[in-house]
């Protein structure tokens, strides 16, 4: 089980990194304008707009394995972790209860807050 988490992570990781390179590698919508001036675009591996199309499809591949991934790295963690001590969910601990009153020595703690004075009421 470890082997294959170790192994989704390693392929989450090089799916991310090459996700980030091909979004640098990638042009604006303002290089359009500066390779019609003579950026020789259409001379290239994959034609005028082929470059863009190959490199768009590949960032989408790339994005859509990282999520994969994240999903499944999320389910192996999920099934791997242990209960908490004694075998009882978060959720199955009890509410906390009320402090307790205070001792009979202690001072007692006023339950309402006093009343605003008139003259700042008025502003």
């Known amino acids: ?12 990781l090089l799916s991310a990194l090459a996700m980030i390179g091909l979004v640098l590698v990638q042009h604006g919508k303002g290089a359009d304008m500066g390779a019609s001036f003579g950026s020789g ?4 591996l994959f034609g005028a707009t082929g470059s863009a199309n190959f490199l768009s499809r590949s960032t989408a591949v790339c994005a ?20 908490p001590a004694g075998g009882e ?5 009890a509410a906390p209860t009320a ?17 605003a004075p008139a003259s ?4």
């Open 120 to 123: 700042a009421a008025s502003n």
């Open 89 to 93: 969910s978060v959720l199955d601990r």
């Open 99 to 115: 402090p307790a009153a205070p001792a009979s020595g202690a001072a007692a703690v006023p339950t309402s807050l006093p009343a």
């Open 64 to 83: 859509t394995l990282f999520f994969v991934c994240t999903l499944g790295l999320a389910y192996l963690g999920s099934r791997g972790s242990a209960a």
């Open 1 to 12: 089980m470890q082997v294959l988490m170790n192994l989704v992570l390693i392929v989450q």
């Open 41 to 44: 675009a259409s001379g290239s």
